[in-house]
């Protein structure tokens, strides 16, 4: 049976031109591939810097190690205007080796997982057979590797569900004892959630300090159950690729078998600063582990400052060597708090500001001033309630030499909707410009004190029942003042 | 001018303050490739827009109360205030968009659409909180501080919403960062006014006299009545009234009134008073000046 086995072929991705020949440049000797896993700019805003996480690995995977600062080449370019080159400010290797990696393992862990590399024996008894046996083996493999106390590993199986969740963590042990338990899956199981579960990964690893990586090992496609119990909420691919994303989280995909979904799984690892490897002799999953974690081990790191041009999202683009055939790129956000400039700027637009203080200037002018001349009554509440301020007001006109206020229709003043309001209650006089409230029958309170008779000044509030009427001399009275 | 009035008012200078910021701004963001950090850039565009935004909307106070004192004092208050605001607000404000910007940044164009823009709008809330502050600060009032903290916040929060949804919607259009300052300007403006109204306990009306149906609210602890520039509510133009002729302090929940040793002294309810609490309805008569204390 083992007669198909293919060779191993990995397939980096994020690499653009990626067969490099033997004879080409002297300074990235070795080098058949570079990649951008990450690119942090949070310190853009303090110091104008740029961190650009590379990976450059062998035609076989393994990165190359004993690169230099004058390897590599970087440029940036903003939007569509021209690649600019950036001078390395700083560079470094192997920074995720001094401060420990976070690894969590994803081992699908579906029906077919059971079957043997090819596909065409289906149910053997024998383990040796099965699919699930090499990848067990390569992580444990792996574990005996880790001899960093500060590196962390975790991991998650799966189906229909997510089975075993072991938290990232220096105990090996544990991991060992869950490989164990992870058996063949019934009928009813027989779903491959490989998506939610990637999603559901990244909260486990999320909480941990320094470079955090997701393994995925699948023989498949995603292949969702409907109205799953265990994933209510659908975050679907995208979902899975944006939390890693915004966790700085890279995502390595491997597609065991013939059968394992190329195109998706590539998807994950280049949108996600990771790999993807494609594996067709299950044997061959002892190395690539290892190769995965070298290749984080010896990340380089460079930083450089960033250009002003105004643009939402930059390129960096790094070249190895003479550049030709090197060269990785990806994006980072850059966009300021007030956007990009306008096309042209035309200094007609400097006219709104003068026409702005213009209005200003007219707006201090608006004078809210009280100009009625004649003496008058409004009504400030009626039954407790403000009062509609027009229509509401009575002139004492010239003519007349007394009103009243009340509740009847005679009135001049009319209050009506206080039930406490009687007929005519108030009387005010008029004799040679001198105001007398008359209030003979019922209680009336002029500034809160019960009368009978009073004369009126400006201001004066008057309260019949439960309403309020103030009393205005009006403007002609301040004139001569 | 009833109290929706001033509200209407502190909008309407927010908008003169935007659109006055507004031609500064675009030539700053026009020349950004020739500044030589991020963080010089920002300092330079929050630097302009908070001190002509700050200047223009630090008049309102001066402005509503008819003083040109006040106005002056705006002015300056603004202009300072305005300025740190800006170098301020801007700054978190892009600290806060580039670390949720590139958390957001290559995903699903909902996050673009929405992540973006909100983060955004924390900056110029930022902002707007400085912006607001700049009357309390020129009174030396806590209260209206706070009332500057909460409107400004309020205020920069919807109006940067709007700046930032111009920009989404409208990216071409060259007059889409105007509208979006005029509309963040009024935004705070309406904000602070309207959250002084709330949070004032009360009210005096004005009856009489040329400023009749003026409204003052007794925002502040401490509020003195009278004829000068420096008073908190200002009746200049009153015959009978001292420069500072009553002082009205909030105590435990009561508004006490104090006779600040006037001439023609301080009647409440038609009886001279040196010091009384203050009751709903209570009518207060300074010289001609007769107001209503109204409880909120």
Request: aromatic letters at 8%.
């Amino acid at each position: 049976m083992k007669s198909h086995i293919f060779c191993m072929v990995i397939f980096c991705a994020l690499v653009i031109g990626t067969a490099a020949e033997a004879d080409d440049a002297q300074a990235a000797a070795g080098v058949d591939s570079i990649r951008i896993s990450q690119i942090d700019g949070s310190s853009l805003l303090i110091n104008q810097r740029v961190r650009v996480y590379l990976s450059a690995t062998d035609a076989g995977g393994n990165p190359v190690t004993d690169l230099g600062k004058e390897s590599f080449t970087l440029t940036e370019t903003a939007g569509r205007g021209p690649e600019k080159p950036r001078e390395i400010l700083s560079f470094s290797q192997g920074i995720n080796a001094n401060e420990g990696i976070n690894l969590l393992l994803i081992l699908d862990n579906s029906g077919s997982m059971y079957w043997d590399g090819s596909g065409r024996v289906k149910n053997s008894s024998d383990p040796m057979d099965w699919r699930v046996t090499y990848a067990k083996d390569a992580i444990l493999s792996l574990l005996n590797e880790i001899k960093n106390p500060l590196d962390k590993v975790g991991l998650l199986t799966f189906n229909v569900k997510i089975q075993k969740v072991i938290r990232p963590s220096d105990d090996k042990g544990r991991i060992g004892t869950a490989l164990e338990e992870a058996v063949k899956p019934s009928e009813e199981e027989a779903y491959t959630e490989l998506y939610e579960t990637v999603y559901n990964g990244v909260s486990y690893i999320r909480g941990f300090k320094g470079r955090r990586v997701i393994v995925v090992l699948s023989d498949g496609q995603n292949f969702p159950m409907k109205n799953n119990p265990a994933f209510t909420k659908r975050r679907g691919i995208e979902g899975a690729i944006e939390a890693a994303q915004r966790e700085g989280i890279s995502v390595f995909t491997i597609g065991l078998s013939t059968k394992a979904d190329r195109t998706n799984l590539s998807k994950i690892a280049r949108e996600t600063g990771g790999a993807f490897f494609t594996v067709y002799d299950p044997q061959e999953l002892k190395g690539l582990y290892s190769l995965i974690r070298n290749q984080i081990l010896n990340e380089y790191l460079v930083t450089y400052a960033a250009a002003m041009d105004p643009a939402e999202k930059k390129l960096i683009r790094v070249r190895a060597g003479d550049g030709e055939r090197l060269e990785a790129e990806r994006l980072y956000f850059s966009a300021t708090l007030f956007g990009i400039p306008v096309k042209e700027l035309r200094y007609p637009l400097f006219l709104f500001a003068p026409a702005a203080l213009v209005l200003l200037f007219l707006l201090s002018r608006v004078r809210f001033i009280y100009r009625k001349a004649a003496p008058t009554l409004s009504v400030l509440t009626v039954a407790g309630k403000k009062a509609r301020a027009r229509g509401r007001t009575i002139a004492l006109g010239a003519g007349k030499t007394q009103v009243t206020i009340g509740g009847s229709d005679d009135d001049d003043l009319t209050i009506s909707g206080d039930p406490k309001v009687r007929l005519t209650e108030v009387a005010v006089e008029r004799k040679g410009g001198v105001y007398t409230l008359k209030a003979e029958k019922s209680p009336v309170t002029v500034n809160n004190r019960a009368v009978k008779t009073r004369v009126l000044k400006s201001g004066d509030v008057i309260r019949v029942g439960d309403t309020t009427v103030v009393f205005d001399e009006g403007r002609a009275g301040d004139a001569g003042k | 001018m009833p109290l929706s009035a001033r509200v209407i008012f502190f909008g309407l200078t927010g908008i003169i303050a935007g659109v006055v910021a507004w031609p500064f701004s675009e030539a700053l963001i026009h020349y950004q490739a020739s500044f030589p950090s991020l963080i010089v850039y920002n300092i330079a565009i929050g630097v302009a827009v908070g001190l002509f935004m700050g200047a223009v909307f630090g008049t309102s106070e001066g402005i509503i109360s008819m003083s040109g004192a006040k106005a002056r004092g705006g002015i300056v208050a603004g202009l300072i205030i305005g300025t740190a605001g800006g170098l301020a607000g801007f700054t978190a404000g892009q600290y806060v968009m580039l670390s949720l910007g590139t958390s957001f940044f290559n995903s699903t164009g909902a996050f673009q659409r929405y992540g973006v823009p909100l983060s955004r709008a924390v900056g110029w809330a930022v902002f707007g909180v400085f912006i607001g502050v700049a009357e309390g600060i020129r009174s030396l009032s806590g209260a209206k501080v706070r009332n500057g903290v909460i409107g400004g916040y309020c205020g920069g929060l919807v109006g940067g919403l709007a700046v930032e949804y111009m920009r989404v919607f409208a990216p071409r259009n060259i007059y889409a960062r105007l509208i979006g300052l005029a509309a963040l300007g009024f935004c705070i403006g309406v904000f602070y006014g309207f959250i002084e109204i709330r949070l004032a306990k009360a009210s005096l009306l004005l009856l009489s006299g040329k400023l009749k149906g003026r409204e003052f609210p007794l925002t502040q602890r401490f509020t003195r009545v009278g004829g000068s520039d420096k008073t908190d509510v200002g009746i200049a133009g009153y015959k009978g009234v001292d420069d500072v002729h009553v002082e009205i302090r909030k105590e435990k929940g009561e508004f006490v009134l104090t006779d600040a040793g006037s001439k023609t002294g301080t009647f409440v309810n038609d009886e001279k008073v040196k010091k009384t609490i203050l009751n709903e309805g209570d009518v207060i008569r300074t010289g001609d000046a007769s107001f209503q204390f109204r409880k909120r």
